[in-house]
């Protein structure tokens, strides 16, 4: 299976069933959805942001139709203005590289540094899917045995309203 090995030892572990589904190489939104049209499954758009001072580090998931704003999520969170972190600190925190961002890369951060924005839509989804850390496949899971592997990841995190 294409992906980190360690990710699907954890999920194993956990005893998390999952679909798997591999593709070609989909970094973008706009890339995936071809692969996507047959998955039964809320597929996510996830965003991987810093704050001003670059020593907080957001993930933003949303369903991948809905678009950001930027400049709300800033006011609520109260930390100035926030940006896409750069490439370096994506691999420093989440060892992954730009499009494959996913929250199964929070097994690579071990301080548990990364804080998580779900969009509160998501919590009443039947399944989500994200990239295995690697953008040649997918991987849809149940949202209740998702919030066991974020539970298990330590990070903190929060379902918040991210569009209207």
């Known amino acids: 299976m294409n992906g980190q090995p360690l990710l699907y030892k954890i999920l194993k572990d956990l005893d998390i069933s999952f679909e798997y589904y591999e593709h ?4 973008t939104i706009e890339e995936a ?22 020593n907080k580090h957001y ?6 139709t809905r678009q950001l704003d930027i400049h709300d999520l800033e006011k609520r969170l109260k930390q100035g ?12 925190y989440l060892g992954l590289s730009p499009g494959s961002v996913s929250p199964f890369g929070l097994i690579n951060d071990i301080e548990s540094h990364v804080h998580v924005y779900f969009d509160e839509k998501l919590q009443h989804a039947k399944t989500i899917s994200f990239h295995p850390n690697n953008n040649n496949a997918s991987i849809i899971v149940s949202v209740t045995n998702f919030i066991k592997f974020m539970n298990w990841t330590g990070n903190t995190y929060e379902f918040m309203k991210l569009y209207d």
Not at 33 to 49: G, V
């Open 59 to 64: 993930l933003v998931i949303l369903e991948h």
């Open 33 to 54: 959805k071809q692969y996507w049209e047959d998955l039964d499954a809320t597929h996510c758009k996830n965003l991987f942001f810093r704050n001003h001072k670059g």
């Open 24 to 27: 070609p190489p989909a970094p």
């Open 81 to 92: 203005k926030i940006s896409f972190a750069s490439e370096q600190r994506m691999k420093k």
